[in-house]
């Protein structure tokens, strides 16, 4: 007992602590207790006959107590009544088990002696040496107190006492690590809390500490003046633990988070950054679950200078970002769900390190989903934090109406799916464009006698189209005719597979040969503005695809056969799958698809793909494009994970050479490799690190100015991790400087203790 109090580390999880042993010794007014214990020297024979006897003194049932041991004594001329042996007290799901129980009803002192244990109804745990307790059963004290919690963790003290109802503890010590080694040998903890007195107020359901330090590794490391946390399993408030870093942007920094539980439903978090190198941060989250729904919302907030990327002209002023997202649910399957995000300038993002994206979109949808219909209404709202963007040129596009309704085809079996969509895209100072459709697809699966799977689809749409201010548009082929436009789309398509299975190399292949015919007649794409579809290339996920355009505002117009194979491999510990195709175009006509995009000739580019994973030691996966004539790699990209775990290597590789003459942004050509690792050194300990560089040179982007070696960013650190703890040290350096978001080294220190309740 001793060593495990010695190492035992400050328990701060729930403790409903004492509610143990004052409600089960609750006796009181004892001259009938005589009716249920049997005389002097009694052995146990009778008592075990009448185990779990009630002394009641009154006829209140809460008041009445069960108890079952070996012996159980009555001392008539002392008034003492004395249970020996295996004692186990009951009472309203609070349990007592001791080697002795002594009452002397003389002086009202009852004392409970030996292996001394109590269970409360939360499965909560308290050892001790012996009980002390007075009359009324209310008070008393306990001395060489080891509490184990449901949770696993452990709260150890000298002594104990309790007064009017509150559990005072002295020199004692929480936490939340194993105090033991997988052989059942004493160690110490990685961490533990030593206070001088902690005060549980059960009313309250809190418990408070004084004097409390932390020791890591068994050091002295941080003092806790006013250490508090709820005596539950849910979560209450209190400060959460400080975060520590250093960047070139802002020097120093402590952030100071406060937890505030503001009932069962709803929270809230406030945190204050302080700097060395600029003014404070304040930040504070919301969240609340409501009857059919969820919400949270976030917001930063500051004063303090500001570089614009775009003017480079210095200012201050009020600085901010606010974010927050929610989904409310309604009766007849309708839901209602929405995002914000909006920040006050276009570096505050990066230079308090919130987020490193480009574009912040909000939105608002009202959905309605049942089996075979889906009816929405959604807008959107976009940010620009490009440098080189204008905010005036960016579209809100509100609102897209879309419903789609899928039933059993009356005529040749299959489904029937009709869709009617509408959009409106606005800009401040650009294109403005007003969209409407409505479209039926007829979809038909059957498996012929030799194992063939067959698919046939017909598609015929109407679309409408209003545009204005077309000019503003840079890209020609983006901009379509201004005012009022239409057209008729009439698709088919034949999708013929043929599945191989048997067994090889130890394991089951499967080659599916795929062959794909579509007609569809010419119509007026160019005359068409294009929003949605201007991110084009070929790739396995869209070679048999009807419309190979992303978006409705272009469809594929061609006559065309698509051929392709996919094969797979499973063994015990390989698992393979790889695809492989082309496009052939019947139509002389000249294509709607840009140069670089793989599909501008007649005959399409390659395309393929492979997946490799190796047990649990090796993932691998490649995505190509071959150009048709000269076998040139104009796509590659590569994804792979070599090792366990604990300690592995990771790589990843794009390299974009689409040849393309245009230079469209959405198909621009760049290359890149991302590299990271991490290595367990220890059984504790690792190390890791990461980095991203831009390969692009002027071989992909002749108008670039870049040597084909730009880093994006380095990460190098180390990390601690065990059943209880969690601390590391990282160290990064950007090199892409944006307005006052500056280049340059940042070190953050991340310290976590677990099941450290605030």
């Known amino acids: 007992m001793n060593s495990i109090i010695k190492y035992s580390a400050i328990l701060l999880a729930p403790l409903p602590l004492m509610a143990l042993a004052p409600a089960v010794f609750a006796f009181d007014g004892a001259n009938d207790a005589q009716a249920g214990i049997a005389h002097k020297n009694t052995q146990s024979n009778s008592a075990d006959l009448n185990a779990a006897q009630s002394v009641k003194p009154n006829n209140d049932k809460e008041d009445q107590i069960s108890f079952s041991a070996d012996n159980l004594d009555y001392d008539s001329e002392n008034d003492i009544i004395t249970a020996d042996g295996n004692v186990n007290l009951y009472?309203?799901?609070?349990?007592?088990?001791?080697?002795?129980?002594?009452?002397?009803?003389?002086?009202?002192?009852?004392?409970?002696?030996?292996n001394v244990r109590s269970v409360d109804n939360m499965g909560n745990s308290a050892f001790g040496d012996n009980i002390a307790l007075t009359d009324s059963l209310k008070d008393g004290a306990i001395e060489n107190l080891l509490v184990i919690l449901e949770n696993g963790g452990r709260l150890a003290a000298q002594k104990g006492s309790r007064v009017n109802g509150r559990l005072f503890l002295d020199s004692a010590a929480y936490t939340a690590c194993a105090v033991v080694d997988s052989h059942g040998c004493d160690k110490n903890p990685t961490w533990q809390i030593n206070a001088r007195k902690v005060v549980f107020d059960p009313d309250k359901k809190r418990v408070r500490y004084e004097g409390a330090v932390v020791k890591l590794f068994g050091l002295p490391l941080l003092p806790l003046p006013g250490l508090s946390h709820p005596a539950g399993i849910d979560a209450g408030s209190g400060f959460l633990v400080p975060d520590i870093g250093y960047d070139r942007n802002n020097g120093a920094e402590l952030t100071i988070p406060y937890y505030f539980r503001i009932s069962d439903q709803r929270d809230l978090e406030v945190a204050a950054s302080l700097y060395t190198e600029t003014a404070p941060l304040i930040r504070a989250k919301f969240r609340s679950l409501e009857k059919n729904g969820a919400f949270q919302i976030q917001a930063y907030g500051t004063f303090g200078d500001r570089l614009s990327p775009i003017s480079a002209v210095e200012d201050s002023g009020a600085r901010g970002y606010i974010e927050g997202s929610g989904s409310f649910y309604y009766p007849d399957d309708w839901k209602i769900s929405g995002s914000l995000r909006l920040s006050s300038d276009r570096t505050f993002l990066r230079r308090y390190d919130i987020s490193r994206d480009d574009l912040l979109r909000s939105n608002i949808n009202i959905e309605n989903i049942k089996q075979n219909r889906y009816f929405s209404i959604n807008g959107w709202a976009f940010q620009t934090l490009r440098s080189n963007d204008s905010?005036?040129?960016?579209?809100?596009?509100?609102?897209?109406?879309?419903?789609?309704?899928?039933?059993?085809?009356?005529?040749?079996?299959?489904?029937?799916?009709?869709?009617?969509?509408?959009?409106?895209?606005?800009?401040?100072?650009?294109?403005?464009?007003?969209?409407?459709?409505?479209?039926?697809?007829?979809?038909?699966?059957?498996?012929?006698?030799?194992?063939?799977?067959?698919?046939?689809?017909?598609?015929?749409?109407?679309?409408?189209?209003?545009?204005?201010?077309?000019?503003?548009?840079?890209?020609?082929?983006?901009?379509?005719?201004?005012?009022?436009?239409?057209?008729?789309?009439?698709?088919?398509?034949?999708?013929?597979?043929?599945?191989?299975?048997?067994?090889?190399?130890?394991?089951?292949?499967?080659?599916?040969?795929?062959?794909?015919?579509?007609?569809?007649?010419?119509?007026?794409?160019?005359?068409?503005?294009?929003?949605?579809?201007?991110?084009?290339?070929?790739?396995?996920?869209?070679?048999?695809?009807?419309?190979?355009?992303?978006?409705?505002?272009?469809?594929?117009?061609?006559?065309?056969?698509?051929?392709?194979?996919?094969?797979?491999?499973?063994?015990?510990?390989?698992?393979?799958?790889?695809?492989?195709?082309?496009?052939?175009?019947?139509?002389?006509?000249?294509?709607?698809?840009?140069?670089?995009?793989?599909?501008?000739?007649?005959?399409?580019?390659?395309?393929?793909?492979?997946?490799?994973?190796?047990?649990?030691?090796?993932?691998?996966?490649?995505?190509?494009?071959?150009?048709?004539?000269?076998?040139?790699?104009?796509?590659?990209?590569?994804?792979?994970?070599?090792?366990?775990?604990?300690?592995?290597?990771?790589?990843?590789?794009?390299?974009?050479?689409?040849?393309?003459?245009?230079?469209?942004?959405?198909?621009?050509?760049?290359?890149?490799?991302?590299?990271?690792?991490?290595?367990?050194?220890?059984?504790?300990?690792?190390?890791?690190?990461?980095?991203?560089?831009?390969?692009?040179?002027?071989?992909?982007?002749?108008?670039?100015?870049?040597?084909?070696?730009?880093?994006?960013?380095?990460?190098?650190?180390?990390?601690?991790?065990?059943?209880?703890?969690?601390?590391?040290?990282?160290?990064?350096?950007?090199?892409?400087?944006?307005?006052?978001?500056?280049?340059?080294?940042?070190?953050?220190?991340?310290?976590?203790?677990?099941?450290?309740?605030?």
């Open 91 to 114: 009472r309203d799901g609070y349990s007592l088990f001791a080697d002795q129980i002594i009452w002397n009803r003389k002086t009202g002192e009852v004392n409970a002696i030996g």
């Open 391 to 758: 905010q005036s040129e960016v579209p809100i596009a509100l609102p897209e109406i879309d419903y789609r309704q899928i039933f059993n085809s009356p005529i040749m079996g299959g489904t029937v799916e009709l869709q009617a969509n509408s959009l409106l895209i606005a800009r401040p100072e650009g294109q403005d464009t007003q969209r409407a459709f409505a479209s039926a697809k007829w979809q038909k699966s059957i498996v012929t006698n030799m194992g063939q799977l067959i698919d046939f689809t017909l598609l015929g749409r109407t679309d409408i189209y209003h545009s204005s201010d077309n000019l503003l548009t840079d890209v020609v082929l983006y901009r379509g005719a201004s005012g009022w436009q239409s057209r008729g789309i009439f698709s088919s398509a034949v999708d013929i597979k043929w599945p191989f299975i048997g067994k090889a190399f130890g394991g089951v292949q499967n080659i599916t040969p795929r062959v794909q015919i579509v007609a569809t007649p010419f119509d007026a794409n160019l005359s068409i503005p294009n929003e949605d579809s201007r991110s084009l290339e070929l790739e396995t996920s869209n070679l048999f695809a009807l419309n190979r355009f992303a978006g409705y505002d272009r469809f594929e117009d061609s006559y065309r056969i698509t051929y392709g194979v996919d094969w797979s491999l499973e063994t015990k510990n390989v698992q393979v799958n790889a695809n492989l195709g082309q496009s052939y175009r019947l139509s002389n006509r000249s294509s709607i698809f840009p140069d670089g995009t793989g599909l501008a000739n007649k005959v399409s580019d390659f395309v393929g793909r492979y997946d490799v994973r190796f047990k649990d030691f090796l993932t691998l996966s490649q995505r190509f494009r071959l150009d048709k004539d000269s076998f040139a790699v104009r796509r590659n990209e590569v994804d792979a994970t070599i090792g366990s775990k604990e300690t592995y290597f990771q790589m990843g590789y794009l390299r974009l050479n689409r040849n393309n003459s245009l230079q469209l942004e959405d198909i621009a050509d760049r290359e890149e490799i991302r590299l990271g690792a991490r290595v367990k050194i220890g059984k504790f300990w690792s190390i890791f690190g990461s980095t991203n560089i831009d390969l692009t040179g002027q071989e992909e982007d002749p108008l670039t100015s870049a040597d084909g070696y730009e880093p994006i960013r380095h990460r190098l650190g180390f990390s601690y991790d065990d059943d209880c703890l969690s601390f590391g040290l990282t160290w990064r350096r950007d090199y892409q400087p944006s307005g006052d978001a500056r280049a340059g080294n940042s070190f953050l220190f991340r310290l976590a203790f677990r099941n450290l309740g605030v």
